[in-house]
């Protein structure tokens, strides 16, 4: 049974930082493409960043390009999103996920990650 939880959402004025965190369960983390999704009420779950199993490659929503930053640890099962220079067009909860299969190739589907977490919330204030 695969288990992701985030944690590290909070209250933040813009231009401020955050960092998430996802602690992952399972033995085969290290084998998937991870990712971050965030939702703003209203609107469609949308992609942030993702990066492939072994973290050499990364992608990131046009949004978010040049101030948050995914990166993760196998070793401890961890996947991070450093949030900078926050705006308060961020606000949303964001989800850790799980690619479906083993696969270099990082997606920005939602559809192809079968894992989720709970969410936690991001609230940025101007």
């Known amino acids: 049974q695969v288990q992701l939880v985030e944690s590290g959402g909070g209250l933040v004025q813009a231009g401020g930082s955050l960092r998430l965190s996802c602690a992952a369960s399972?033995?085969?983390?290290?084998?998937?493409?991870m990712a971050w999704f965030r939702q703003a009420p209203g609107k469609e779950r949308e992609f942030v960043a993702a990066?492939?199993?072994?973290?050499?490659?990364?992608k990131n929503a046009d949004s978010v390009k040049g101030r948050f930053t995914i990166s993760r640890d196998n070793a401890k099962n961890m996947v991070y999103l450093q949030m900078n220079r926050l705006k308060p067009e961020d606000t949303a909860v964001y989800y850790c996920a799980r690619s479906k299969t083993y696969s270099s190739i990082i997606t920005t589907d939602r559809y192809e990650y079968d894992y989720w977490g709970p969410g936690t919330q991001v609230t940025v204030s101007s």
């Open positions: 399972g033995r085969t983390f290290s084998r998937y493409v």
């Open positions: 990066i492939s199993w072994s973290g050499e490659i990364t």
